[in-house]
Nanobody, 121 residues
Framework: QVQLVESGGGLVQAGGSLRLSCAASGIVFADNVMDWYRRAPGKERELVARITPGYSTFYADSVKGRFTISRDHANKAIYLQMDSLKPEDTAVYYC???????????????WGQGIQVTVSS
């Protein structure tokens, strides 16, 4: 059974930092692309950051230079370091895992339960 468990969310003032973590189990971690998505109220789901098994990364333009995604193969975990946070970063953040061959089809992957990040102005 696949489990993705997020932690580290909360309330922070604009300009502050948070670090999200996601612990994965039930998957072959080395075979999976790992992502952070977010959904803000009234908006569509957005891919925030992606990291491949080989550590290649992708970032949404809105977070480039402020967020950093990383992965730890030994502990089957990924992280999202979020700096210079803005009120528009407020959203529920989701950890996502998808096998490399299905990386273009996120709905074929597995999702965490989501964690709230709120940035106050």
């Amino acid at each position: 059974q696949v489990q993705l468990v997020e932690s580290g969310g909360g309330l922070v003032q604009a300009g502050g930092s948070l670090r999200l973590s996601c612990a994965a189990s039930g998957i072959v971690f080395a075979d999976n692309v790992m992502d952070w998505y977010r959904r803000a109220p009234g908006k569509e789901r957005e891919l925030v950051a992606r990291i491949t098994p080989g550590y290649s990364t992708f970032y949404a333009d809105s977070v480039k230079g402020r967020f950093t995604i990383s992965r730890d193969h030994a502990n089957k975990a990924i992280y999202l370091q979020m700096d210079s946070l803005k009120p528009e970063d407020t959203a529920v953040y989701y950890c996502h895992a998808v096998q490399m061959a299905q990386a273009l089809h996120p709905d074929l992957g597995s999702w965490g339960q989501g964690i709230q990040v709120t940035v106050s102005s």
